[in-house]
Nanobody
Framework: QVQLVESGGGLVETGGSLRLSCAVS????????MGWFRQFPGKEREFVAV???????TYANAVKGRFTISRDDAKNTVDLQMYSLMPEDTAVYYC?????????????????WGQGTQVTVSS
């Protein structure tokens, strides 16, 4: 059974930082692509970042230079370090696992999802 559990969300002021973590069980994450998505109220989930099996990384333009995705193979976790947060980053953040490990930038690429963690940035 594959489980993804996010943690680290919360309330932060504009310009602040948060670190999200996703603990994975049932799969060894360095064999797959691991992504972060976010969802605004009433919107589809949008791509934030991915770290692929090879270690290559892609970021959405909206977060490039502010967010950093990383993988800890020993802990089987993937983190999203977020800096310079803005109110428009307020969303529910999800981690996801892509078994096919392709481009891995679309919601449909992923087979497994966490339950999400709320990030709220106050102005």
């Amino acid at each position: 059974q594959v489980q993804l559990v996010e943690s680290g969300g919360g309330l932060v002021e504009t310009g602040g930082s948060l670190r999200l973590s996703c603990a994975v069980s049932g799969r060894t994450i360095n064999r797959y692509a691991m992504g972060w998505f976010r969802q605004f109220p009433g919107k589809e989930r949008e791509f934030v970042a991915v770290i692929r099996r090879s270690g290559s990384i892609t970021y959405a333009n909206a977060v490039k230079g502010r967010f950093t995705i990383s993988r800890d193979d020993a802990k089987n976790t993937v983190d999203l370090q977020m800096y310079s947060l803005m109110p428009e980053d307020t969303a529910v953040y999800y981690c996801a696992l892509d078994e096919m490990s392709g481009t891995s930038t679309k919601q449909g690429d992923y087979e497994y999802w966490g339950q999400g963690t709320q990030v709220t940035v106050s102005s």
